[in-house]
Structure formats: C-alpha cells, structure tokens
C-alpha cells in the first residue's frame, strides 16, 4: 500500500485558492489518487480523483505531476463551508480503501 | 445521497454486552466496508464484504466479526464489548472494487461502552 503525507491541518480565508498536497512517494503503477471530504458529524464524500495529469471537476481540481509521487488537491474560492478534514488516498483497489489522518481545513471570515 | 442507511445511529452500552450495527443500502453495490473513526486515527478498516457470505478482515479486525446474507445488509458485531471499541462506525458501499470506482458512506453510528 502507498503510504501518503500530509499536512496535518491548514487555515485559509474566504475567497482564497486553496492547495493541499499530498506525498505519495511508492505509488504503484495501477494506483490512483483520490480525495475524500469530510464535515463533523457525517460520513466521508468523494470529491476528486485521478491518475495523471490534471483533473477537474464542479468542486475542485486535482493536479498529478508526471512522476505521480505527489498530488495536490486545490479548491478554488473556498467558503466557511469548506471547513472540513480532506484526505488523499491511494491504491489499486478499493479493498485497500486506507484513510490516514487527514488534513483539517479550517475556513475564516 | 446514495441509499445507506446505519442503524442504531447512537448506543450506549456496557462493557462485556454484545452489540450489533446493521448497515442496510438500497444501491444493490458489492463491496460493503465498516470502518472505525477515532481522534487523531482517521478512519481503519474493520472488515469489507465483495460479495453475500464473501468477507475479509481490515487492518483493526480483533473483537469484531461481521455477516452477510443479504446484497442490502452487511452487519458488524462486537461479541463483548470493551471501552476501546467506543468510536464512530461508518459503513461504506461501493460498485466494485476498483480504486477508480466511489465509495459512499453512511452517516455513522456513534457508540459509547461504559
């Protein structure tokens, strides 16, 4: 399994870009890079994934460099209501579905 | 929000005293997952199913045990409960067992052994 770095917590203000990048320095070639969201209180939500490359979608970006050691999630424009924890996973397989601590984002006015 | 509903979503209950949480989906997924969350631990893996009667064991596994005999339902039990399983328990489902396929959780079963 590729273990994954990082940051344990970040502050941002309303209406700031927001990257968090995670290292993954093992990544095996049939892994993939996907991050989850999670608010107080509920379960985890899907929020991003990808392989290579960049990928976007309605709620944020993802950016993969060649060597796919790292990634880096970034959140356009956050809001208080992005204040959550956001993990980085990886691997070849959702049986190996491993969440580590998370980074936790907190959101100011 | 994908069909996954956990029951109880609050328990108290003593130690020694067996406890079982239900996870029911309406999304006739495969694979089904629980998970513990504690502070400053993210989220463990206890055991997953991919498929009816078809479980494995996850990382933190000791003192639980889990059932499938329905797609719907993926049961975990604490045969005795202790003080360290106090946590929040997430299920989670998912189409397949791919890493490029979602999973979706539910909204967690919060238990307290005293």
């Known amino acids: 399994l590729a273990k994954t770095t990082q940051p344990i917590s970040m502050d941002s203000y309303e209406g700031q870009e927001v990257n968090i990048t995670c290292s993954h320095n093992n990544i095996a070639t049939n892994d993939y890079i996907t991050w989850y969201q999670q608010f107080p209180s509920q379960g985890p939500r899907f929020i991003i994934q990808?392989?290579?490359t960049k990928v976007t979608n309605e709620v944020a970006s993802l950016f993969i460099p060649a060597d796919r050691k790292s990634s880096t999630l970034s959140l356009p424009r956050v809001s208080l209501s992005d204040t959550a924890v956001y993990y980085c996973l990886v691997g070849g397989s959702a049986r190996q579905l491993t969440f580590g601590s998370g980074t936790q984002l907190t959101v100011l006015p | 929000d994908a069909g996954i509903t956990q029951s109880p979503r609050h328990k108290v209950t003593e130690t020694g005293t067996p406890v079982t949480l239900r996870c029911h989906q309406t999304e006739n997924h495969r694979y089904m997952y629980w998970y513990r969350q504690d502070p400053g631990h993210g989220l463990r893996l206890i055991h997953y199913s991919y498929g009816v009667k078809d479980t494995d064991k996850g990382e933190v596994s000791d003192g639980y045990s889990v059932s499938r005999s329905k797609t719907e339902d993926f049961l975990l039990t604490l045969e005795s409960a202790t003080s360290s399983q106090t946590s929040v328990y997430f299920c989670?489902?998912?189409?397949?067992?791919?890493?490029?396929?979602?999973?979706?959780f539910g909204q967690g079963t919060r238990l307290t052994v005293v």
């Open positions: 990808g392989y290579k």
């Open positions: 989670a489902i998912s189409e397949s067992s791919q890493m490029n396929t979602e999973a979706f």
